[in-house]
């Protein structure tokens, strides 16, 4: 791996003495404070830490299986038995019980709605490991330090100092105002935006500013996840404070379009333009065949040697095949698949027709992929058309637009922060 750069260097160092002062006494890290230290007890801690996890999650599943029974979530037996003659010989026994769970779940959609039952099965995802420790972030951390400094070096990396703990931004482009904040999708981290902080027009032009989601891979610290709309505008105040500004334009993809959302809903006067790229979740439900492999994914999350993790989700949302470079780039969206997170994120819900008419009154672009598979894109199109929010279709592109396609993707965003409205 190249080496840092000292602006690296002291953006990690911040972020380690942060992880430092919220340790508490004890000589094992607890769930809401971490060790930025390489102490005697940090291999014993992470083994218990990981023990713990384990059984923590395997005594959870009861539990949540009589929690889905109360919220009739109950499957049939005989509704997915059309499927035994597709099934695999080597898939796992566990697997198919899985399956047939999850299928039991989207059947119960008539009567829950999808933001309570991926609220209800997020216990399974939440880790007893400390944050940032742990050999799984370790991997993911050299190859980030690596990637940032052979793409993101001309950028600042600052760590700023919020009420969730400390928020890693790359801070890129010669101008000094009209800033640009890009939030990424879940477990892309703010990697994913090298190819907007390398674009030429855009660094003249606009003041770019990388996010790690506070909650999210990235060498972001937290002490806690902001969870309702006043706690992402709280969460966006801290970091325009430090970057001296007002209102910036708010550019989301994937999961990243739920956090701009909340804040150009709750607080228009911190918002200029919003950009919405392959938005899942707030515009419309999952359609049931992604849906049911979320749920498996979810429900899967104790057992990662099933493989049923979030490259495998986004494996399933794949619409062409890719090159060399877009290859590794998968690769490194596997290693950061794989870190445990003692915090997790708000979950994103649909947005209601109230809150889609406050969004509209804000500069708001929506950028739909043709083929994407996590959203109906008929009916999405139909509800954001009505509620006069402006809709763009990604021609032959779908939800790894940004892997598939970047070129496209980033004409696309180009067009649209340097276009005056």
């Known amino acids: 791996m190249a080496p840092r750069s000292k602006k690296m260097e002291a953006a990690s160092r911040v972020a380690s003495e942060s992880e430092i002062s919220q340790s508490s006494g004890n000589s094992c890290a607890s769930e809401t404070t971490r060790r930025g230290t390489t102490l005697p007890q940090t291999t014993y801690c992470h083994y218990l830490g990981g023990l713990g996890t384990v059984l923590d999650r395997m005594v959870r599943i009861p539990k949540l299986i009589i929690d889905c029974a109360k919220y009739a979530l109950v ?18 026994l566990s697997l198919k019980h899985l399956y047939y769970f999850a299928a039991g779940i989207v059947v119960a959609m008539a009567t829950v709605d999808q933001y309570t039952v991926f609220k209800l099965l997020t216990p399974l995802l939440i880790s007893k490991i400390p944050w940032h420790t742990g050999a799984e972030w370790k991997q993911y951390l050299d190859i980030y330090d690596g990637f940032v400094e052979a793409r993101l070096s001309h950028c600042e990396h600052r760590q700023i100092s919020t009420r969730y703990g400390s928020t890693m931004v790359h801070v890129c482009g010669s101008a000094t105002d009209d800033t640009v904040m890009l939030l990424s999708g879940t477990r892309a981290s703010s990697l994913m935006w090298d190819i907007v902080a390398n674009h030429a027009e855009l660094s003249r032009h606009r003041r770019l500013v990388l996010v790690d989601h506070i909650c999210d891979a990235g060498r972001s610290v937290p002490v806690a996840c902001p969870d309702t709309a006043n706690d992402h505008v709280a969460w966006f105040e801290d970091i325009y404070a430090e970057l001296g500004v007002e209102s910036a334009d708010l550019v989301g993809y994937s999961y990243g379009c739920f956090p701009t959302a909340l804040v150009a809903i709750t607080a228009p006067s911190m918002v200029k333009k919003v950009i919405h790229l392959g938005p899942p979740f707030i515009y419309g439900n999952i359609p049931t065949r992604m849906l049911r492999k979320m749920l498996l994914a979810t429900i899967a999350a104790p057992f990662p040697g099933l493989g049923l993790d979030t490259t495998w989700l986004l494996g399933s949302t794949a619409h062409r095949t890719v090159d060399e470079v877009a290859q590794r780039e998968f690769a490194t969206y596997e290693v950061a698949s794989a870190v ?3 915090y997790f994120h708000a979950i994103p819900y649909e947005l209601s027709d109230a809150e ?33 929010i402006r809709v763009e279709i990604m021609k032959d592109a779908g939800h790894r637009v940004r892997i598939e396609d970047p070129d496209s993707l ?11 409205d």
């Open 410 to 420: 980033l004409e696309i965003i180009a067009r649209l922060l340097l276009t005056e």
């Open 75 to 92: 499957g049939s037996g005989n509704y997915y038995k059309k499927r035994e003659s597709h099934k695999s010989n080597t898939r796992p």
């Open 356 to 388: 889609l008419a406050q969004l509209a009154t804000t500069n708001v672009t929506a950028v739909l992929p043709e083929y994407e598979v996590i959203m109906d894109v008929q009916q999405v199109t139909s509800r954001l058309t009505n509620a006069q």
């Open 340 to 342: 445990p997170y003692n």
